[in-house]
């Protein structure tokens, strides 16, 4: 009954491969977002979706490509992966873009040999 | 400059003491956001606040708008409120978006027995 789910938890892959990251939530929520948490524990957001719209795309390589089946799905594939792409990968999902609570699911440590 | 700073970096306390972790932003804002992450661990959102003050169980949340400042209280620390406390913000943040949180840097609690 998990509310916002990752897979994988752990990523490890070589440069140069193209990975996908998945996300589901199982909330109801109508808003879904991808954080990046770098290896000084400063998160970020790279983007949003809205109803499977996208509103946030933050100044993010478009090697990065956010995918949004439906409203309880929002997958992250990453082309051409670089050293400097490893990170915690965290979704979240709100009710509503604007004022509510963010639930987060518990991150995709990936690791880019 | 971050827009949101937090202080203190680091904070160690002893069991029992009461801890105030600080949160000061420099735009508008509609809400802002307490998240707790536990060592190695997912994120854990503990309050959304626009105004005023907002308890649950331990953990006070206040906010003043006018200050552009937060703060969280924890009181009658334990052990296991060891963790990184992020503040965040939504909405005004200038050439973001109503929907995008900026984060803090984080402050790590140790609570030692």
């Known amino acids: 009954d998990t509310a916002v789910s990752q897979t994988p938890k752990y990523l490890v892959t070589q440069m140069g491969n193209d990975k996908s990251i998945k996300c589901e939530q199982n909330l109801g929520h109508d808003t879904m977002y991808w954080y990046k948490q770098d290896s000084k524990k400063f998160l970020k957001i790279m983007f949003s979706y809205n109803n499977k719209e996208l509103i946030i795309n933050e100044t993010v390589p478009n090697r990065f490509s956010p995918k949004s089946p439906d409203k309880a799905h929002l997958n992250l594939h990453i082309n051409s992966l670089e050293l400097g792409d490893s990170a915690v990968y965290f979704c979240a999902s709100s009710a509503g873009a604007a004022y509510n609570e963010q639930f987060f699911g518990p991150g995709t440590r990936l690791t880019v040999l | 400059k971050n827009e949101v700073e937090q202080s203190p970096q680091n904070l160690t306390a002893q069991e029992g003491e009461f801890i105030t972790i600080n949160c000061s932003y420099s735009?508008?804002?509609?809400?802002l956001h307490w998240l707790q992450q536990h060592p190695g661990g997912g994120i854990v959102s503990l309050f959304m606040l626009s105004s005023g003050k907002k308890k649950h169980g331990r953990l006070i949340a206040t906010i003043n708008i006018q200050e552009k400042h937060s703060s969280l209280h924890i009181t009658a620390s334990h052990p296991r409120d060891s963790a990184v406390y992020i503040c965040?913000?939504?909405?005004?943040?200038?050439?973001?978006?109503?929907?995008?949180?900026?984060f803090g840097k984080g402050t790590l609690l140790t609570v030692n027995p």
């Open positions: 965040a913000v939504k909405g005004g943040v200038e050439g973001g978006s109503n929907y995008k949180l900026t």
């Open positions: 735009v508008g804002i509609s809400a």
